[in-house]
């Protein structure tokens, strides 16, 4: 290859020894150019310093030096099982050595050479179980890395690939961060750094390269988060609304409740918003009972005193009717008018309404999808608020936006977001967070039973259902396998139809129905029609069922902590003391932790946080709707401190005039371009 077209964005199959089938099996690392393999970072690294057997722990992994003072040999003990013994002096101490299915090594153990084991101590024993030879040049290092592999591809190669890809295109790594912050934050270049992290000559060395290389990651996408956004203020201008003041402070305090602190500060942040001249694109999150439908009235009010008409979605008919009875009677006092659209619609109502909404009669629409279709035309459309923004996907936000001219835009969720992923995946966008309950709210109890108590469960149960009350229960998803989810929960029926059938009414709801199933099986339970309700996690988000005062949860651990935490704020909706009933028989340390974690505390934010740090970042939202950005080599809970340093730099350098120049920053912009594709990372 010439040095005109020798570049680090080559294809791997320009390194030796690389042909059509490694070619293959480095694709499955998803390593297809030099800067791919070089940027396949170690996940740890194995110290292989010589150690000291008298200060070694039972099953630790040390590195033995010593002579060989007894010829190998090899014994089968199994069909294709096999085992290479020998012996070695280390420190005048005589210590057996063991490596399973390896007798290839026979070869290269000769009586009388000096050797370095790396293997597992057995401190009872006073052996080694051997996990490796080490003698060639690469392996001598003290501190070797250890690199996700593939059955295709072995460690050895990998480490022999980039060893000959450092020597080879070192020169040409790019240097992406500009030359103020490497010397702010003393941070190693591009191509040392890189250099280091897969051939450090200590902990402390891979330390400060790995730092580099975290806060270099952090901050390019950070700084295409921030670009968007800035992109987004300049384009979309917006609207710009001079809301009544005088008129939003009585309509607050006509409220039958006092405002916690946390909403009034929500309640400022989207004001300043809307009276700014660029569409608002603001995510409020707030945990179950916080409040968000009463942030989400006082944005709908400012905007009808500034003249402008707002549209409210949600995702299912249930949700869109419980939104328009409680804005209904928030503004019974108001001349504002509000009108439901959804599925249902009578076709004589629904024509009434769209011709009403093109003539500026309604002022706030609530409703479903309904809302975006192509005749439903807005007079002047000033905000768009969408409730469970999850459950909808990037084209129909997009055909909502689109309706009027630049509207504001909130969306909503009642997921508790961790800071971490708030600042990652939701960049391109500001975020009010409702972080205070309203007093009085009572506190859901939890408990965690074993599934041999059972009986005391259904004892509990009886007691709340002769108090008129209803109850919850729910069963996971068994193997991702909605045939087995659907076996599980019909058996989970039968058996409470069983036990209470006789003097109450038991429905069961289950993710192969039919939507509008689900929404009248959801009816019924909210008009108490239904006493116990059996399903699986497709309850709705956000349903208010204040007589429901008890949910066990079945097989708990299978669950993660956000979604018991979101499954349990399914009650203590009324003025009833609420229980939540955990049965679970966790066979891992860590499925008992969550449960513990379950009965100490009813704070999501706490409870999200917990989350991430035990199922990591991609299981929070579930594995179609997480949006959250996978990193090389950074860790959003490990590395948040790094995180909220590189965002913050890359917001100053967004908005300085510098950045702005065509010439300056070439090479970092080069890897932060944006595309509108990537402006959406929601979904």
């Given at each position: 290859?010439?040095?005109?077209?020798?570049?680090?964005?080559?294809?791997?199959?320009?390194?030796?020894?690389?042909?059509?089938?490694?070619?293959?099996?480095?694709?499955?690392?998803?390593?297809?150019?030099?800067?791919?393999?070089?940027?396949?970072?170690?996940?740890?690294?194995?110290?292989?310093?010589?150690?000291?057997?008298?200060?070694?722990?039972?099953?630790?992994?040390?590195?033995?030096?010593?002579?060989?003072?007894?010829?190998?040999?090899?014994?089968?003990?199994?069909?294709?099982?096999?085992?290479?013994?020998?012996?070695?002096?280390?420190?005048?101490?005589?210590?057996?050595?063991?490596?399973?299915?390896?007798?290839?090594?026979?070869?290269?153990?000769?009586?009388?050479?000096?050797?370095?084991?790396?293997?597992?101590?057995?401190?009872?024993?006073?052996?080694?179980?051997?996990?490796?030879?080490?003698?060639?040049?690469?392996?001598?290092?003290?501190?070797?890395?250890?690199?996700?592999?593939?059955?295709?591809?072995?460690?050895?190669?990998?480490?022999?690939?980039?060893?000959?890809?450092?020597?080879?295109?070192?020169?040409?790594?790019?240097?992406?961060?500009?030359?103020?912050?490497?010397?702010?934050?003393?941070?190693?270049?591009?191509?040392?750094?890189?250099?280091?992290?897969?051939?450090?000559?200590?902990?402390?060395?891979?330390?400060?390269?790995?730092?580099?290389?975290?806060?270099?990651?952090?901050?390019?996408?950070?700084?295409?988060?921030?670009?968007?956004?800035?992109?987004?203020?300049?384009?979309?201008?917006?609207?710009?609304?001079?809301?009544?003041?005088?008129?939003?402070?009585?309509?607050?305090?006509?409220?039958?409740?006092?405002?916690?602190?946390?909403?009034?500060?929500?309640?400022?942040?989207?004001?300043?918003?809307?009276?700014?001249?660029?569409?608002?694109?603001?995510?409020?999150?707030?945990?179950?009972?916080?409040?968000?439908?009463?942030?989400?009235?006082?944005?709908?009010?400012?905007?009808?005193?500034?003249?402008?008409?707002?549209?409210?979605?949600?995702?299912?008919?249930?949700?869109?009717?419980?939104?328009?009875?409680?804005?209904?009677?928030?503004?019974?006092?108001?001349?504002?008018?509000?009108?439901?659209?959804?599925?249902?619609?009578?076709?004589?109502?629904?024509?009434?309404?769209?011709?009403?909404?093109?003539?500026?009669?309604?002022?706030?629409?609530?409703?479903?999808?309904?809302?975006?279709?192509?005749?439903?035309?807005?007079?002047?459309?000033?905000?768009?608020?969408?409730?469970?923004?999850?459950?909808?996907?990037?084209?129909?936000?997009?055909?909502?936006?689109?309706?009027?001219?630049?509207?504001?835009?909130?969306?909503?969720?009642?997921?508790?977001?961790?800071?971490?992923?708030?600042?990652?995946?939701?960049?391109?966008?500001?975020?009010?967070?409702?972080?205070?309950?309203?007093?009085?709210?009572?506190?859901?109890?939890?408990?965690?039973?074993?599934?041999?108590?059972?009986?005391?469960?259904?004892?509990?149960?009886?007691?709340?259902?002769?108090?008129?009350?209803?109850?919850?229960?729910?069963?996971?998803?068994?193997?991702?396998?909605?045939?087995?989810?659907?076996?599980?929960?019909?058996?989970?029926?039968?058996?409470?139809?069983?036990?209470?059938?006789?003097?109450?009414?038991?429905?069961?709801?289950?993710?192969?129905?039919?939507?509008?199933?689900?929404?009248?099986?959801?009816?019924?339970?909210?008009?108490n029609k239904i006493q116990i309700l059996v399903s699986t996690t497709v309850i709705e988000v956000g349903v208010d069922v204040p007589n429901a005062t008890l949910m066990i949860i079945n097989d708990a651990d299978r669950f993660g902590l956000a979604q018991l935490h979101q499954l349990r704020g399914r009650v203590g909706r009324g003025k009833k003391e609420s229980t939540c009933i955990l049965l679970a028989n966790p066979k891992t340390e860590n499925g008992k932790i969550r449960m513990q974690i379950m009965t100490e505390t009813n704070d999501g934010f706490l409870l999200s946080e917990k989350d991430l740090e035990?199922?990591?970042?991609?299981?929070?939202?579930?594995?179609?709707?997480?949006?959250?950005?996978?990193?090389?080599?950074?860790?959003?809970?490990?590395?948040?401190?790094?995180?909220?340093?590189?965002?913050?730099?890359?917001?100053?350098?967004?908005?300085?005039?510098?950045?702005?120049?065509?010439?300056?920053?070439?090479?970092?912009?080069?890897?932060?371009?944006?595309?509108?594709?990537?402006?959406?990372?929601?979904?």
């Amino acid at each position: 290859m010439n040095n005109q077209t020798k570049t680090i964005y080559n294809s791997v199959k320009n390194l030796p020894n690389v042909g059509e089938k490694r070619l293959e099996a480095l694709a499955e690392l998803e390593i297809f150019t030099i800067y791919d393999l070089l940027r396949h970072f170690p996940f740890r690294y194995e110290d292989l310093t010589v150690k000291d057997i008298t200060e070694v722990e039972d099953k630790e992994k040390i590195v033995l030096i010593g002579e060989v003072v007894a010829s190998p040999v090899v014994s089968y003990y199994a069909p294709k099982k096999n085992r290479l013994s020998f012996r070695i002096v280390s420190d005048k101490v005589v210590i057996p050595i063991t490596f399973f299915n390896q007798h290839f090594l026979k070869n290269q153990i000769n009586t009388g050479e000096t050797i370095r084991v790396f293997g597992r101590w057995d401190s009872q024993k006073r052996s080694l179980q051997g996990i490796k030879l080490l003698s060639s040049d690469i392996e001598k290092k003290d501190y070797e890395p250890v690199y996700h592999t593939t059955k295709r591809i072995k460690q050895k190669t990998l480490v022999k690939l980039i060893d000959s890809a450092l020597k080879d295109y070192y020169s040409l790594i790019p240097e992406i961060m500009p030359d103020f912050l490497v010397t702010k934050f003393k941070l190693l270049s591009n191509a040392r750094s890189i250099q280091i992290i897969h051939f450090p000559n200590s902990e402390k060395e891979s330390l400060i390269a790995r730092r580099s290389l975290i806060f270099q990651e952090f901050f390019v996408y950070q700084l295409k988060m921030q670009e968007w956004k800035e992109k987004n203020k300049r384009v979309n201008h917006g609207i710009k609304k001079e809301y009544d003041l005088p008129k939003i402070k009585e309509f607050l305090s006509t409220l039958p409740f006092e405002l916690t602190g946390a909403q009034k500060r929500v309640i400022n942040e989207i004001a300043k918003d809307l009276k700014l001249p660029q569409q608002m694109y603001r995510l409020l999150q707030g945990d179950v009972g916080s409040g968000k439908t009463v942030v989400a009235a006082t944005a709908l009010f400012s905007t009808w005193t500034a003249g402008y008409q707002s549209a409210f979605m949600a995702p299912t008919e249930i949700l869109a009717e419980q939104h328009m009875k409680n804005l209904s009677e928030l503004f019974q006092s108001n001349d504002l008018t509000i009108e439901l659209l959804t599925g249902s619609t009578k076709a004589k109502d629904r024509k009434r309404i769209l011709t009403d909404l093109k003539t500026g009669k309604i002022d706030v629409l609530i409703g479903t999808h309904a809302l975006i279709q192509k005749d439903v035309e807005y007079h002047s459309l000033g905000l768009v608020i969408t409730d469970e923004q999850h459950r909808f996907g990037v084209n129909q936000r997009k055909v909502l936006r689109e309706k009027g001219v630049h509207p504001d835009v909130l969306f909503m969720t009642a997921t508790p977001i961790p800071r971490t992923l708030a600042i990652s995946a939701f960049g391109d966008m500001d975020i009010s967070t409702l972080d205070e309950m309203p007093s009085g709210r009572k506190p859901v109890k939890t408990y965690w039973l074993k599934n041999s108590q059972v009986e005391q469960v259904d004892t509990f149960t009886k007691k709340q259902l002769k108090n008129n009350s209803q109850v919850y229960v729910i069963n996971p998803l068994i193997d991702e396998s909605e045939n087995m989810d659907l076996q599980n929960a019909v058996e989970t029926y039968e058996s409470y139809r069983n036990k209470f059938g006789k003097e109450y009414e038991i429905g069961l709801l289950h993710g192969k129905l039919p939507s509008k199933d689900k929404e009248e099986i959801m009816r019924a339970f909210k008009q108490n029609k239904i006493q116990i309700l059996v399903s699986t996690t497709v309850i709705e988000v956000g349903v208010d069922v204040p007589n429901a005062t008890l949910m066990i949860i079945n097989d708990a651990d299978r669950f993660g902590l956000a979604q018991l935490h979101q499954l349990r704020g399914r009650v203590g909706r009324g003025k009833k003391e609420s229980t939540c009933i955990l049965l679970a028989n966790p066979k891992t340390e860590n499925g008992k932790i969550r449960m513990q974690i379950m009965t100490e505390t009813n704070d999501g934010f706490l409870l999200s946080e917990k989350d991430l740090e035990l199922r990591g970042q991609g299981d929070i939202f579930g594995k179609q709707q997480s949006g959250v950005p996978q990193f090389k080599i950074g860790d959003l809970v490990e590395d948040f401190n790094i995180l909220q340093v590189a965002r913050e730099e890359a917001i100053k350098l967004i908005r300085s005039k510098e950045f702005q120049q065509e010439d300056s920053f070439v090479e970092l912009k080069k890897h932060s371009q944006i595309s509108m594709d990537d402006s959406i990372v929601l979904d």
